[in-house]
């Protein structure tokens, strides 16, 4: 790759931002309400002249439609502002990704065939933000290791940076990693609106990544979302140092959910072509592999929530992969999936021979 400082690029595939989600309706509890943060939140809001109902509990009401899916698209319309309970205060571990989650949010506003939160989060998908921000912070020194640099993903439960216009709180926790010694933050995206996140006093403490597909799934499976091309383009934008005092973003390629598809090879290598030209200058990179996998509750949720989808969940033709705890998913059978982790390791090796590949899930 050649060091650069050009900041714009000519694709090879069409630029297409995602527009901002507006919610039709933004829900404030009043516990969110006594919070500052919430109040930094309610101020954001009330600058895109949004509608804001203060709720009279601690509850969220009013969700459900008449079908599965009314109550879906009701959801997806809708912000509530909430506290975080004292249940998301004691973090899991979340390997291979990192050492440990922690959320900002619950939900997520883009329409994603294969979304991984169906069957993960409980009740209507409502996207949730947390008022609680400074508590949920604090609480994270108590999960560092000493000696070592402690991880943190924030992205398991939501994209921060397609709700990033109206909380703010992608931001605070960048300024906040920033800040800190051996504590690294970890977030995923499929939107493109990263210009508020450039100047912030990162140093280095924060690795942004962009998900990304092949056009066949990216074009039909991902409602909402901004192209991958423009997605590159915000990581590149990202990785671009914006001063010699302040180096660019360490950066990473989610590639997921993997598929198998017709002519998938020739797909999948027209996806890191285009990588590889829009990233075509010296950066800290790192990629994810994930194939694509889903659970017997995932499936039930996705067709209610899609019914017209032609997303492949066919049982027949996967593997059965239990967890400990005896749940199921559904795999890629062992062949295939040897034969794609092959072309994925070769192929980025060629093209990006000091970039590191974290996994292959």
């Known amino acids: 790759m050649q060091n650069t400082n050009t900041a714009v690029i000519t694709p090879s595939q069409p630029v297409r931002s995602a527009r901002l989600w507006m919610p039709e309706r933004v829900m404030f509890t009043p516990a969110a309400s006594e919070e500052p943060w919430g109040q930094q939140i309610l101020s954001r809001v009330q600058a895109l002249n949004l509608p804001v109902e203060e709720l009279p509990r601690n509850r969220l009401t009013g969700l459900r439609g008449e079908s599965d899916r009314a109550t879906y698209d009701i959801s997806k319309r809708t912000l509530a502002v909430v506290t975080a309970p004292p249940s998301a205060l004691k973090l899991s571990p979340i390997p291979p990704s990192a050492d440990w989650q922690f959320h900002l949010a619950e939900?997520?506003?883009?329409?994603?065939?294969?979304?991984?939160?169906?069957?993960?989060?409980?009740?209507?998908?409502?996207?949730?933000?947390?008022?609680?921000?400074?508590?949920?912070l604090d609480n994270l020194t108590h999960y560092k290791q000493p000696g070592q640099t402690t991880s943190y993903e924030v992205s398991c439960y939501t994209d921060p940076l397609g709700?990033?216009?109206?909380?703010?709180?992608?931001?605070?926790?960048?300024?906040?990693?920033?800040?800190?010694?051996?504590?690294?933050?970890?977030?995923?995206?499929?939107?493109?609106?990263?210009?508020?996140?450039?100047?912030?006093?990162?140093?280095?403490?924060?690795?942004?990544?962009?998900?990304?597909?092949?056009?066949?799934?990216?074009?039909?499976?991902?409602?909402?979302?901004?192209?991958?091309?423009?997605?590159?383009?915000?990581?590149?934008?990202l990785a671009l140092p914006r001063s010699p005092s302040q180096g660019g973003y360490p950066i990473g390629l989610v590639i997921a959910p993997i598929m198998v598809m017709d002519d998938w090879v020739e797909h999948y290598t027209h996806l890191l072509d285009?990588?590889?030209?829009?990233?075509?200058?010296?950066?800290?990179?790192?990629?994810?592999?994930?194939?694509?996998?889903?659970?017997?509750?995932?499936?039930?949720?996705?067709?209610?929530?899609?019914?017209?989808?032609?997303?492949?969940?066919?049982?027949?033709?996967?593997?059965?992969?239990?967890?400990?705890?005896?749940?199921?998913?559904?795999?890629?059978?062992?062949?295939?999936?040897?034969?794609?982790?092959?072309f994925f390791e070769r192929e980025i090796a060629r093209r990006f021979p000091k970039a590191q590949i974290l996994y292959w899930t």
């Open 274 to 342: 285009t990588i590889s030209e829009t990233l075509d200058f010296d950066c800290d990179l790192t990629f994810e592999l994930i194939s694509h996998r889903f659970t017997p509750k995932s499936k039930e949720v996705l067709t209610t929530w899609y019914p017209q989808t032609k997303l492949d969940m066919d049982e027949a033709t996967r593997s059965v992969k239990r967890n400990k705890f005896g749940g199921t998913k559904y795999v890629y059978e062992a062949d295939v999936m040897k034969e794609l982790r092959q």
């Open 107 to 136: 939900g997520c506003p883009a329409h994603c065939q294969y979304c991984y939160l169906a069957g993960s989060l409980s009740g209507p998908p409502v996207i949730r933000a947390f008022a609680n921000l400074p508590q949920i």
């Open 163 to 237: 709700i990033e216009h109206l909380t703010g709180s992608l931001a605070e926790c960048i300024r906040y990693f920033g800040q800190q010694e051996g504590m690294h933050l970890r977030w995923v995206s499929k939107f493109d609106a990263v210009d508020g996140l450039l100047d912030l006093p990162h140093n280095g403490h924060t690795r942004c990544r962009v998900s990304v597909n092949a056009a066949p799934i990216s074009g039909r499976f991902e409602g909402g979302t901004a192209s991958v091309a423009a997605r590159l383009q915000a990581l590149r934008k």
